[in-house]
């Protein structure tokens, strides 16, 4: 096992122990490795070549009452810095992990960050919304946690494709990789709930890419 990895089960375990892993999802890259190491989609194979850790924040307002998720990392030995622009909240650990903490933007709102009842400031992002459609609780090592289902974590990846620049490739490989192993009754269920602007998004990325 990767120190990375005993890094983010540390933090994992920490996150289960204080019961805040029931408020957050592990998104992005680690989410594809936790697919692969818990059998989420069995056969797939991940590549992870990051350090850093996304989480999505479901509820701004929960816990309530309001709980220091900062209090509790503190304790691993990991650092705290708030963006002095953003007000954004990050985690560090000496070895160069960093951790942020990202959730969904309502209406049509440019608010960039939001502060939460965990006790850490959130960066607002459009589109975060489809992440949390459909939530899957894994259980790795002992050490409970939340990811996207695999349906919606494409579907995440398909909408903002276009707004990746020189990401987009690589989300491309990405989304092509898992797609053989969706349930694709569920995809188009999640699907429907889309904006009309995402669906199109959608439709025109599967006409080029899946056809």
């Not at 989609?41 to 850790?53: F, H, K, Q, S, W």
């Not at 701004?60 to 909240?89: H, Y």
């Not at 965990?118 to 975060?128: E, N, S």
């Not at 349906?151 to 707004?163: D, P, Q, S, T, Y």
Request: proline share 3%; hydrophobic share 40%; with cysteine.
């Amino acid at each position: 096992m990767s120190e990375q990895i005993r890094q983010l089960l540390k933090l994992l375990k920490v996150l289960d122990d204080n019961d805040f892993s029931r408020h957050l999802v592990l998104i992005g890259s680690w989410a594809e490795y936790m697919y692969m190491v818990t059998g989420l989609i069995p056969g797939y194979e991940a590549n992870i070549r990051t350090l850093d850790v996304d989480f999505l924040v479901r509820n701004l307002r929960k816990p309530n009452p309001p709980k220091s998720l900062i209090a509790a990392v503190k304790e691993t030995g990991f650092m705290v810095q708030e963006d002095c622009v953003s007000g954004v909240t990050r985690f560090y650990s000496v070895d160069g992990f960093e951790i942020e903490f990202l959730i969904a933007q309502k209406g049509n709102g440019e608010k960039g960050a939001m502060k939460t009842n965990l006790g850490v400031t959130a960066q607002a992002l459009r589109h975060m919304a489809i992440i949390g459609f459909d939530i899957k609780e894994c259980d790795y090592l002992g050490i409970k946690f939340n990811v996207p289902s695999p349906e919606a974590f494409v579907l995440h990846k398909i909408v903002i494709n276009g707004e990746r620049e020189r990401k987009a490739e690589k989300d491309r490989i990405v989304i092509d990789s898992i797609h053989p192993y969706l349930d694709m009754e569920h995809f188009n269920e999640l699907m429907d709930r889309l904006t009309k602007n995402e669906k199109r998004l959608v439709e025109k990325y599967i006409e080029a890419h899946w056809k």
